[in-house]
Nanobody, 121 residues
Framework: VQLQASGGGLVRAGGSLRLSCAAS????????VGWFRQAPGKEREFVAR????????DYADSVKGRFTVSRDNAKNTVYLQMSSLNPEDTAIYYC???????????????WGQGTQVTVSS
């Protein structure tokens, strides 16, 4: 599975962005997906995840109520809709896929290259 993240950019505080993660591979629908982010000088942290069956969704407390993760298996694409952005959301955002789901980066086998999100105050 190869992942390609896109949709990042510069946005003002309070604004919105939608990140996309396009996947290759016919079995992508059987993978759980996750979004993570890494700010300068910080470790990569969990943002959101979605099981293959779309039954399980989970969000970090810092983004709950503001971010929504979804997937379109027909398009082999995962989305992260982000709203009410604030400068603390500034980071490189990564999508990931794995056979199991959880908040640990170690559970994910495949990673996209990351897309930069910058929120100005």
């Amino acid at each position: 599975v190869q992942l390609q993240a896109s949709g990042g950019g510069l946005v003002r505080a309070g604004g919105s962005l939608r990140l996309s993660c396009a996947a290759s591979g016919r079995t992508f629908s059987s993978y759980a997906v996750g979004w993570f982010r890494q700010a300068p000088g910080k470790e990569r942290e969990f943002v959101a995840r979605l099981s293959s069956s779309v039954v399980i969704t989970d969000y970090a407390d810092s983004v709950k109520g503001r971010f929504t993760v979804s997937r379109d298996n027909a398009k082999n694409t995962v989305y992260l809709q982000m709203s009410s952005l604030n400068p603390e959301d500034t980071a490189i955002y990564y999508c990931a896929a794995g056979r199991t789901t959880g908040r640990s980066t170690r559970l994910y086998d495949y990673w996209g290259q990351g897309t930069q999100v910058t929120v100005s105050s």
